[in-house]
């Protein structure tokens, strides 16, 4: 009766936290008791176990990973392809205004002493200095915007790391004492699940070989720099 007991308060969990995020289903482990002669004893419980998959999560974690460094490098340099390269022909730029320049240059080989051509060779090159003035000024927000978000980035990490130390001393805690840690796993793993959109991340577990004592579970970052910081 215990051991169905336990197992209807499982089921009851998953039905309330279905709409948990990084929730995973939990089951209960049972095995038969041991029989009094002829007379079986029923069933116990042997544990409560989460229905994560180690190798998913990895699988999960790196794809996340490639996918947020490449969806910030398109980001960037959709703006930067905006500042350099425009063909419409409203909106100028200093593709086109390039292009115009060495247009009337060109032409101004035809006949060096056409006073008309050298009035408009010289509006031209005003213009594109316009535009390489405008192009640097761009750059420039940009650069500061990659650094405002760099040290956001760096932030968040830093807090992801805090959360995941302070979940590792609540497991262990737990654990130590005999209880199941299941819904915190799942936290961990959602903080490692986000933290794997910032930058790379591996897991390693090691459980004390003797079975006693609290499992080492360490988190490694690796870091790629994508811009270079200036002051």
């Known amino acids: 009766m215990n051991a169905y007991n336990m197992g209807l308060n499982t089921t009851a969990h998953n039905i309330s936290n279905r709409n948990t995020k990084g929730y995973s289903k939990q089951s209960v482990e049972q095995k038969a008791g041991i029989p009094l002669s002829l007379l079986?004893?029923?069933?116990?419980?042997?544990?409560?176990?989460?229905?994560?998959?180690?190798?998913?999560?990895?699988?999960?974690?790196?794809?996340?990973?490639?996918?947020?460094?490449?969806?910030?490098?398109?980001?960037?340099?959709?703006?930067?392809?905006?500042?350099?390269?425009?063909?419409?022909?409203?909106s100028g730029g200093i593709t086109n205004a390039l292009d115009d320049f060495f247009k009337t240059v060109t032409q101004q080989t035809t006949d060096a002493s056409d006073t008309t051509m050298r009035r408009q060779v010289s509006g031209s090159a005003d213009t594109l200095m316009n535009f390489i003035r405008e192009t640097a000024d761009n750059l420039q927000t940009a650069q500061k915007e990659v650094n405002a978000q760099v040290k956001s980035t760096v932030d968040k990490i830093n807090s992801y790391a805090g959360q995941i130390a302070s979940l590792n001393k609540q497991i262990n805690t737990l654990e130590v004492n005999g209880g199941s840690a299941n819904d915190l796993r799942d936290q961990r793993a959602k903080v490692i699940d986000d933290l794997s959109a910032l930058v790379d991340v591996e897991v390693e577990t090691s459980v004390p070989k003797d079975g006693q004592g609290t499992e080492e579970f360490l988190v490694f970052i690796y870091s790629k720099l994508l811009f270079k910081l200036y002051p």
Do not use: F
């Open 40 to 90: 079986g004893t029923g069933v116990e419980v042997t544990d409560i176990v989460s229905s994560r998959d180690d190798y998913y999560d990895y699988k999960y974690r790196k794809s996340n990973s490639v996918y947020g460094r490449y969806s910030t490098l398109d980001h960037y340099l959709q703006d930067i392809q905006g500042y350099l390269y425009s063909k419409d022909a409203e």
